[in-house]
């Protein structure tokens, strides 16, 4: 079975500050990765996703990832936080040795930039 | 056009109504979904369409009962909700279901109350 978590239901971060989000992940083949943005009463947008390759991944609006293997983790990181950044984000999976290409998402996390 | 449209944003309704939810997109995409995304919560799967096709179904309720007219249009029908159904339901739509790499584009949501 596949499974995501993240471990902070929330983050502050100053405006100008780097920001992290975290997120580890659980599967039994190689992982797809992806992370995901929700603002207030909209859908889900996409900002990026790790399939393979390059270990770090750059995505939309300044947000990266970084891929580690051993540590199971996919970590969103952005260098300098803005106001407009806050909102909930969701890190998702799929287990590409399942036989099954449902996105198990993680419970979210709500980003806080303080001006 | 690289959206997805849900009508409508908003849905008041009684347990005993019987109303839809419609979405569309014309990005070509071959497998459409339907989610259920409580406040604050993840979104929760409830039905996958590949070409057309009801492809997944996650248990889901009788009261709710997808349909896909053409490869652009997915519709939920829902009767005899109850309150605990009230939640904000999401349509997603991919170029197909059986690449992990994938990315789910979401629409902007139907915000549903049951009174």
């Known amino acids: 079975a596949q499974s995501v978590a993240q471990p902070e239901d929330q983050v502050n971060v100053a405006e100008g500050n780097p920001l992290t989000v975290k997120c580890t992940y659980s599967?039994?083949?190689?992982?797809?990765l992806f992370w995901y943005v929700q603002y207030p009463n909209r859908g889900l947008q996409f900002l990026l996703k790790y399939i393979t390759g390059d270990n770090l991944v750059k995505g939309s609006y300044g947000f990266e990832a970084e891929f580690n293997k051993s540590q199971t983790s996919f970590h969103l990181k952005k260098p300098s936080a803005l106001v407009s950044d806050s909102a909930l984000y969701f890190c998702a999976v799929r287990d590409n040795g399942a036989g099954s290409y449902q996105l198990t998402f993680g419970k979210g996390t709500k980003l806080s930039v303080i001006p | 056009d690289t959206e997805v449209t849900q009508t409508p944003k908003h849905l008041v309704m009684g347990m005993t109504n019987k109303k839809s939810l419609k979405c569309e997109q014309h990005?070509?995409?071959?497998?459409m979904y339907w989610y259920k995304q409580k406040a604050k919560k993840p979104p929760e799967l409830m039905f996958v369409y590949s070409y057309e096709k009801l492809s997944i179904n996650e248990s889901v309720p009788s009261r709710f009962s997808p349909e896909c007219p053409n490869s652009s249009l997915l519709n939920l029908h829902l009767h005899a909700l109850q309150p605990e159904d009230s939640a904000l339901y999401l349509c997603?739509?991919?170029?197909?279901?059986?690449?992990?790499?994938?990315?789910?584009?979401f629409g902007a949501g139907s915000r549903l109350t049951v009174l």
């Open positions: 990005m070509g995409h071959r497998a």
């Open positions: 599967v039994s083949g190689n992982p797809y």
């Open positions: 997603a739509s991919s170029q197909d279901q059986g690449n992990g790499a994938n990315v789910l584009t």
